[in-house]
C-alpha cells in the first residue's frame, strides 16, 4: 500500500459478527507511530481493532472507537511491518486510518554542537565544528600526525543485549600507507577512562578497524568479545588497504540477542550473522572509540553515531539494510536469503565447496562448461539507476578463459544491455563489461584487478547512473 491512499483500495467481508479483517502496512521507516483509526457512522455502538507490530496482542488495544476515534502508539523496528486486525461486530467498520511518526528511535549523536553531554575524550581526540560529513561537526580521534593516541567515552547508555548501529567513518588523508586504525568498544568497564588504539578497549564487544599489519593478518575488520577474537575479514593489503575511505563512508552494524553480529562497510557486506556464542548481554554499557598513529597516519574521524537497541535484525541482512536488493549465499541452493528471488535453473553446481572466509559459508562450484544458475530477467535484480555489487569468485581459468562469475546481459549487438563480470579476459584481470550506452562500440569494458588463479578473490562493481560511470 502505498503512503497515502484515497479512494484507491477497497476490501470486504461478510458483515458477520466473529469474523475479522486484517491489514499489513510494510515500508516505514523505524521510529515511534501514532495510529489513529476513525468511523464516520453515527449510528454503530462499538467498533474495535488491535493494533501492532512484533507479536499480535491477545485482546483489542483501541478501545471503542464508534462515532470517533482511538489512536494506539507503536514503535516500528527496521524492516517490521505495521499490522491493523478488526475486530467485527456485524455493526460497521473502520473508515479511515493516520499513520504519524512521532520520534526517532534510538540515541543519536551527531557532534554538530560539540560532544554529547556526559562524554569525555582522552589524548589526542577533540570536537572538530567543521569537519565532518557535508562540514557538519565531527569526532576527532586522531589526526594526519605521527605519533597520536585518542579516545572518546559515551554516557551510560542501559543494557545492550541487541542492537543496531549505523555511523560514518574518515580514514583518509594521510601517508600512503595509512595507519593504525579506529575500534569501537561496548563495556561496562571502560571508565576511569583513557586513550586506546585499534586493537579496543574493556572486556565486552569490540569491533575492531584495524589498518596496520603487526603480525596480525590486517588490514581487516575484527569482532572481539571477552578479549577473544571471533572472526577477522581481510580488507586489501597493506599496501592497498580497503579500510582507507575516499572522504566520508558509512558502517552498519546488527547484533541480536542470540549473539549474531552483521557488518557492512561502505555498503559492502563484510561479516554476515557472525555468532559470537558466549555473547551475554551488557549492563551499564558505554560505548568508546580509540584509535592511534604511529609512523604512517591518517585522519581518522567518527560522525553521525546513532544506537537502536533491542533492534537486531537476525540473520537475514535484506529487511533492515536501506537499499540492499538481495544476498545470495549460495550455500545450498541459487536462491535469495529473502525468499523474493528464487532460480529458475539450477545445472550441474555442486554446493558445499568450503567458502572464501569462515564467515560467508560454503560456496557453489562450477565446472567450466555446463554449470549454470539462472534467473529469469525480473526488474527487481536490473536496477535502471545506481547500483553496487558485491561477490567473493574464485578462478581457475587461464587468460582469455571467458568465465563469468555474474552476468545479466542482453545481446543487441550493436546496442547491447546489462552487464558482465569476466575472471581473465584480456589479459589476467578481472574484467567489467557494461552495454555501450552513450559510447560507441557494443560493449564498454574496464580491467580490473589481476585475478590470482586458486584464489579468492573480492570484487564490488560500482554504477553511477547519473555520471554513467563504473
Known amino acids: ?174 601517508t600512503d600507507t595509512q595507519a593504525d586504525g579506529i575500534s569501537m568498544a561496548i563495556s561496562d568497564d571502560l571508565a576511569p577512562f583513557e586513550a586506546f588504539s585499534e586493537a579496543g578497549r574493556g572486556s565486552g564487544l569490540r569491533v575492531n578497524f584495524d589498518n596496520w599489519d603487526n603480525g596480525d593478518g590486517a588490514p581487516s575488520i575484527e569482532i572481539e568479545f571477552g578479549g577473544v577474537q571471533i572472526a577477522a575479514v581481510p580488507m586489501g593489503t597493506q599496501a592497498d588497504s580497503t579500510l582507507d575511505t575516499d572522504g566520508w563512508w558509512p558502517v552498519h552494524i546488527e547484533l541480536t540477542t542470540a549473539g549474531d553480529l552483521t557488518l557492512l562497510y561502505n555498503d559492502e557486506l563484510i561479516h554476515d550473522s557472525v555468532n559470537i556464542e558466549d555473547f551475554a548481554p551488557i549492563e551499564n554499557a558505554r560505548i568508546a572509540f580509540g584509535g592511534r598513529t604511529g609512523g604512517a597516519n591518517a585522519n ?71 554449470s549454470i544458475i539462472q534467473h529469469d530477467w525480473v526488474a527487481g535484480l536490473n536496477p535502471e539507476d545506481s547500483f553496487t555489487l558485491t561477490l567473493w569468485a574464485k578462478s581457475d581459468g587461464g587468460a582469455g578463459a571467458w568465465h563469468s562469475p555474474v552476468t545479466s546481459r542482453n545481446d543487441k549487438n550493436p546496442d547491447s544491455q546489462g552487464y558482465i563480470i569476466y575472471d581473465n579476459e584480456p589479459a589476467g584481470a578481472w574484467t567489467f563489461w557494461s552495454g555501450n550506452g552513450t559510447e560507441d562500440g557494443n560493449w564498454q569494458t574496464l580491467d580490473g584487478p589481476e585475478a590470482t588463479l586458486g584464489e579468492w578473490d573480492h570484487l564490488t562493481i560500482v554504477y553511477e547512473e547519473a555520471l554513467c560511470q563504473r
Do not use: C
Not at 347 to 369: H, I, Q, R, W
Open 1 to 174: 500500500m502505498p503512503q497515502e491512499a484515497r479512494n484507491d483500495y477497497f476490501f470486504k467481508i461478510t458483515d458477520t459478527a466473529g469474523t475479522t479483517a486484517r491489514m499489513r502496512i510494510d515500508g516505514l521507516p523505524a521510529g515511534v507511530y501514532n495510529v489513529t483509526v476513525f468511523e464516520g457512522r453515527t449510528t454503530d455502538g462499538n467498533q474495535v481493532a488491535k493494533i501492532w507490530t512484533g507479536e499480535e496482542p491477545e485482546e483489542e488495544n483501541t478501545g471503542n472507537f464508534a462515532q470517533g476515534s482511538a489512536t494506539v502508539e507503536v514503535n516500528v523496528i527496521a524492516g517490521e511491518p505495521l499490522w491493523y486486525k478488526h475486530l467485527e461486530d456485524n455493526t460497521g467498520g473502520v473508515s479511515g486510518m493516520i499513520i504519524r511518526k512521532t520520534s526517532e528511535p534510538g540515541i543519536t549523536w551527531d557532534f554538530n554542537d560539540g560532544l554529547p553531554e556526559g562524554s569525555e575524550v582522552a589524548g589526542t581526540a577533540e570536537h572538530s565544528e567543521d569537519e565532518g560529513v557535508d562540514d557538519s561537526g565531527a569526532l576527532v580521534i586522531t589526526r594526519a600526525l605521527n605519533s597520536q593516541l585518542g579516545g572518546w567515552l559515551s554516557p551510560e547508555i542501559g543494557t545492550v543485549s541487541s542492537f543496531i548501529i549505523d555511523f560514518d567513518i574518515l580514514i583518509d588523508g594521510g
Open 300 to 370: 581518522q574521524f567518527i560522525d553521525n553515531f546513532r544506537i537502536v537497541l533491542d533492534a537486531g535484525g537476525g540473520g537475514s541482512i535484506s529487511g533492515p539494510i536501506a537499499g540492499l536488493i538481495a544476498h545470495f549465499p549460495l550455500d545450498a541452493d541459487g536462491d535469495s536469503t529473502n525468499g523474493e528471488f528464487t532460480a529458475s535453473t539450477v545445472t550441474d553446481v555442486e554446493f558445499g565447496s568450503d567458502g572464501a572466509t569462515g564467515n560467508t559459508g560454503t560456496s557453489a562450484t562450477f565446472n567450466g562448461s555446463s
